[in-house]
């Protein structure tokens, strides 16, 4: 199965990184693999630790699409990194095995330390279609214009009848990257 999160890293100079992935379960471990290239592969190399947050904050799995990566955050407990304060709950990890590859290496996780902050309140339809659409935005530059506009289109569909404020925001930010991707003159052929 895979959980969709929100990792939270560090850089070589302490910064803290923000950025929605799913990893990949794995027995008692959670797997990361980032495509290169790629910010938290890189500071997974440099200081091998993560939090996952568990979050239904669909702002912050939006933001981080859209060029707002700056959450509110707080130290870990076990480990050299922060909790985003919006999580639900999270998970500490150490990464303990690299299986490197030239497209996707995957950093196999020991889970060190787990805490719950507040209740799980449900499904939201909303939430979940925003997840979707925050997906399709992270892959504009490699799917059809077509298929964005048909699954954007089936995904509205929950967001109109469900979402409240914070997922009609998430909805409206990844839409103007949709649309400025739209407006976007074509690449030349190489
Ligand atoms: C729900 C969700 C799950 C994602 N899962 C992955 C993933 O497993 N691997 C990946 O490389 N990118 C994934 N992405 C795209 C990354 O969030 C995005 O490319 C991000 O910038 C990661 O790159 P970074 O480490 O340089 O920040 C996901 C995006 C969303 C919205």
């Known amino acids: 199965m895979i959980r969709e999160t929100i990792v939270t890293t560090r850089h070589a100079d302490g910064r803290v990184h923000i950025a ?4 990949i379960e794995d027995g008692d471990a ?4 980032p495509f290169r290239p790629s910010t938290t592969l890189d500071n997974l190399v440099s200081n091998p630790h993560a939090v996952a947050n568990y979050c239904t904050d669909v702002l912050v799995f939006a933001g981080c ?3 707002r990566r700056d959450w509110p955050v707080h130290a870990a407990t076990r ?19 690299v299986d490197d590859d030239p497209q996707r290496p995957r950093f196999r996780c020991r889970v060190v330390h787990s805490e719950t902050h507040a209740p799980f ?17 992270s892959r504009l530059h490699m799917l059809p214009m077509e298929k964005i506009e048909r699954e954007i ?6 967001v109109d009848k469900t979402a409240g404020p914070r997922e ?11 649309a400025e991707h739209r407006a976007r003159p074509p690449e030349p052929p190489r």
């Open 153 to 158: 289109e089936y995904l509205k569909i929950a």
């Open 79 to 97: 480990v050299p990194g922060v909790v985003l304060d919006q999580a639900l709950a999270h998970d500490e990890l150490e990464v303990e095995r």
């Open 121 to 137: 309140q449900g499904f939201n339809r909303a939430q979940a279609a925003v997840v979707e659409a925050a997906i399709l935005v």
């Open 20 to 23: 929605p992935l799913g990893l």
């Open 30 to 33: 959670l797997v990361i693999a």
């Open 168 to 178: 009609r925001q998430a909805w409206e930010w990844l839409m103007t990257r949709v």
């Open 65 to 67: 699409l859209t060029g």
